[in-house]
């Protein structure tokens, strides 16, 4: 029996959408995140060079060393994603917009994609930086207020102070990587070949990421032993990763991405923010003027959305 597009689709968005965000922000409250970084991508080099060699479908002799450069840059973008969704999954996934952007306009630069653009993209993407100004002009006042608040408060408010720089790193490196994709793709690059390249070099940017930490890690603490548990928390965020990416490419071969697309930015939007307000209480970080940003951030994702 063949499975319509509609339950494909639908089994993406529960494993990329709703498991695989508790995953990460599982992984990314880890004091040693680095740690799990590098295991992280051990784990999905493996199998990401593996199939390919299965398949064989490994090319190292085209455009392989440039995807492995940005597979390693792509590890620095977990990173900073990581970071981020560790001082508040609810915002990151409320102002996950910029990747897709980056993407755009890289699409409209190189690619003669600018027929595309039209009013209602402009205005969401307008919307959606001036909420996000509006939310750290909002956070930094709140850290100037000297009102005797609670100093985890101010702790709050201040890791929050460096959220869209985060938001930042992530978006412009995964921005011009989702780019790569298409444009590698349209050089005869198989996928099972990118992702080996990819994952190879993110690897290697694990590496380099983990080896940053130990060197700035505080010697006189004793970092606890990597057992089973931890081995078995990296390994089904890997594992949802792959299987998102197998029904994200099984979806595309059985429907329009003008279908699809929407629908996916918009769940990418509201799952991990109610995920993060209501399974991790992230709600009791949120004052009144923060809902407001948050809304109008929304409105302006769901604008882009809608407007492809």
């Given at each position: 029996m063949t499975l319509s597009w509609e339950v494909v689709f639908f089994l993406y968005l529960m494993v990329?959408?709703?498991?695989?965000?508790?995953f990460n922000k599982k992984l990314a409250s880890d004091p040693y995140k680095s740690r799990n970084l590098a295991m992280q991508y051990i784990l999905a080099a493996t199998l990401a060079v593996g199939m390919a060699i299965f398949w064989g479908k490994l090319d190292v002799s085209q455009y392989f060393g440039v995807i492995v450069i940005i597979g390693i840059f792509n590890a620095f973008a977990c990173y900073a994603y990581w970071q981020a969704i560790d001082i508040s999954l609810s915002k990151t996934s409320l102002f996950t917009q910029g990747d897709d952007l980056i993407t755009l306009g890289l699409g409209f630069l190189i690619l003669g994609e600018a027929?595309?653009?039209?009013?209602?993209?402009?205005?969401?993407?307008?919307?959606?930086?001036?909420?996000?100004?509006?939310?750290?002009?909002?956070?930094?006042?709140?850290?100037?207020?000297?009102?005797?608040?609670?100093?985890?408060?101010?702790a709050n408010i201040k890791n929050e102070e460096g959220l869209f720089l985060y938001i930042a790193i992530y978006s412009i490196i995964w921005g011009g990587a989702v780019?790569?994709?298409?444009?590698?793709?349209?050089?005869?690059?198989?996928?099972?070949?990118?992702?080996?390249?990819?994952?190879?070099?993110?690897?290697?940017?694990?590496?380099?990421?983990?080896?940053?930490?130990?060197?700035?890690?505080?010697?006189?603490?004793?970092?606890?032993?990597?057992?089973?548990?931890?081995?078995?928390?990296?390994?089904?965020?890997?594992?949802?990763?792959?299987?998102?990416?197998?029904l994200f490419n099984w979806v595309t071969?059985?429907?329009?991405?003008?279908?699809?697309?929407?629908?996916?930015?918009?769940?990418?939007?509201?799952?991990?923010?109610?995920?993060?307000?209501?399974?991790?209480?992230?709600?009791?970080?949120?004052?009144?003027?923060?809902?407001?940003?948050?809304?109008?951030?929304?409105?302006?994702?769901?604008?882009?959305?809608?407007?492809?």
């Open positions: 990329a959408r709703v498991i695989q965000p508790i027929k595309f653009l039209n009013w209602g993209l402009g205005i969401g993407i307008l919307i959606c930086l001036g909420s996000a100004a509006f939310f750290t002009y909002h956070k930094r006042s709140l850290a100037k207020q000297d009102d005797g608040a609670k100093v985890v408060d101010k780019f790569s994709m298409r444009y590698f793709a349209l050089k005869g690059v198989t996928p099972l070949n990118y992702a080996a390249a990819w994952y190879f070099g993110a690897f290697l940017g694990a590496q380099i990421v983990y080896w940053i930490s130990e060197f700035k890690r505080d010697k006189n603490i004793a970092i606890p032993k990597f057992n089973f548990s931890n081995l078995i928390a990296v390994g089904r965020t890997v594992l949802c990763i792959y299987t998102s990416n197998l071969n059985l429907a329009p991405i003008s279908a699809t697309q929407p629908i996916d930015q918009v769940a990418e939007m509201v799952f991990p923010t109610i995920i993060g307000l209501c399974v991790f209480k992230e709600i009791k970080h949120i004052d009144l003027l923060s809902g407001l940003a948050m809304a109008i951030g929304l409105f302006g994702g769901l604008l882009i959305a809608f407007s492809y």
